[in-house]
C-alpha cells in the first residue's frame, strides 16, 4: 500500500495517535532525524507504516506534529503580570527549554533544519510561528505596562533568551535550569528591554 492510497483511509485519532507521536520522540531521542524512519516509528509504536501515512503525509510532519504534541500546553500565552514572570512560564517546565528530553529532541531538530529543506519549512510554520506569536503577545503586554522601551526592536529582543540559553546549552555544555534562565533574563534580557537601544 503506498501512502497515498493509505491517506484516503479514516485517519488515526485519539490514545492511538498519542501513542504514535510518543514512540517517534523516542526514536528522535535515540537515534536523530537523520536515522529515523516511518518504519522505526511503526515497529516501536507496533503499527504498521500504512498506519501512519493515514494520519501524516511523511517524516517531517510527523515528527513536527510529535514535538508540537510534546510542548502541547506550553502554545498558551502566560500571565503572570510581569515580563520576567511570563518569560519563566513560558521558557520552563515540563517540555520547557530546561526539560532535558526537550533538550536531545531539539538537538536533533536544530540539526534536522540545517540538512532536511522540507522538515525545517514545515516546522519553522508549524511549530516555531506558533511560538513567535506567544513571545510577541508577552512582549506587547510587557511594554503597555512599561516593562519594556517604546523604542525596543522586538524581532531582536523576543528571541534573544532562547538564543543565549541554547548557546550555554549545546555549545557551552550548561545545563539548563530555571535558575540559568532567571539569571540571563536579569542579567541580559530584562535590562535590555527596559533600557532600549543605545542611541
Not at 41 to 58: D, I
Request: glycine content about 8%; some cysteine; aromatic content about 4%.
Amino acid at each position: 500500500m503506498t501512502p497515498t492510497e493509505a491517506g484516503t483511509r479514516p485517519r488515526v485519532e485519539g490514545e492511538r495517535e498519542q501513542e504514535i507521536l510518543a514512540a517517534t520522540l523516542e526514536v528522535l531521542a535515540e537515534v536523530g532525524y537523520d536515522l529515523l524512519t516511518m518504519d522505526a516509528v511503526a515497529t516501536r509504536a507496533k503499527a504498521s507504516k500504512a498506519t501512519l501515512y493515514r494520519r501524516w503525509r511523511g517524516k517531517p510532519e510527523l515528527v513536527v506534529a510529535a514535538v508540537m504534541c510534546h510542548h502541547s500546553g506550553t502554545a498558551e500565552v502566560p500571565d503572570t503580570g510581569t515580563l520576567r514572570g511570563d518569560l519563566l512560564a513560558a521558557y520552563c517546565g515540563t517540555g520547557g527549554i530546561d526539560d532535558r528530553r526537550a533538550q536531545s529532541v531539539l538537538s536533533a531538530v536544530v540539526i534536522a533544519m540545517g540538512r532536511d529543506p522540507e522538515f525545517a519549512e514545515v516546522y519553522r510554520r508549524d511549530f516555531i510561528g506558533p511560538k513567535v506569536a506567544v513571545s510577541r503577545v508577552i512582549y506587547e503586554r510587557a511594554r503597555v505596562r512599561g516593562e519594556v522601551h517604546p523604542d525596543s526592536d522586538l524581532e531582536i529582543l523576543a528571541p534573544s533568551l532562547a538564543g543565549i540559553v541554547l548557546h550555554r546549552a549545546f555549545l557551552l555544555g550548561d545545563q539548563v535550569t530555571p535558575d540559568l534562565v532567571g539569571r540571563i533574563l536579569d542579567e541580559v534580557i530584562l535590562p535590555a528591554a527596559l533600557h532600549g537601544p543605545v542611541a
